[in-house]
């Protein structure tokens, strides 16, 4: 299995900035697309964004698209997630997500999960 470890959450002004990271480790050759998700308190689990590894390939949702950025080295086994222009909406906890076995694009599913990095955005 893989184990995924998130950081760089924190509280920031509405407008601001803010670089997330996720570190992979374990069967790292196996993942074939890893994603950003994020819960709101009382909210289901939003879809941020979704990068194949190899290939490099993104997708982002309506809300996020033009201001989140997701990249990824497979070398060092670490995929970021880049906020710009934050709205008190995105505030959440924010996951870090891998699949195996993608049957879509961008994967609905994912086997493992990351315990989290929190982001409070104020107004």
């Known amino acids: 299995q893989v184990q995924l470890v998130e950081s760089g959450g924190g509280l920031v002004q509405a407008g601001a900035s803010l670089r997330l990271s996720c570190a992979a480790s374990g069967r790292t050759s196996s993942i074939i697309v890893m994603a950003w998700f994020r819960q709101a308190p009382g909210k289901e689990r939003e879809f941020v964004g979704a990068i194949t590894w190899s290939g490099g390939s993104t997708s982002y949702p309506e809300s996020v698209k033009g201001r989140f950025t997701i990249s990824r080295d497979n070398v060092k086994n670490t995929m970021t997630l880049q906020m710009n222009k934050l709205k008190p909406e995105d505030t959440g906890v924010y996951y870090c997500?891998?699949?195996?076995?993608?049957?879509?694009?961008?994967?609905?599913?994912?086997?493992?999960w990351g315990q989290g990095t929190q982001v409070i955005v104020s107004s």
């Open positions: 997500a891998a699949s195996y076995v993608p049957r879509l694009w961008p994967p609905r599913e994912y086997e493992y």
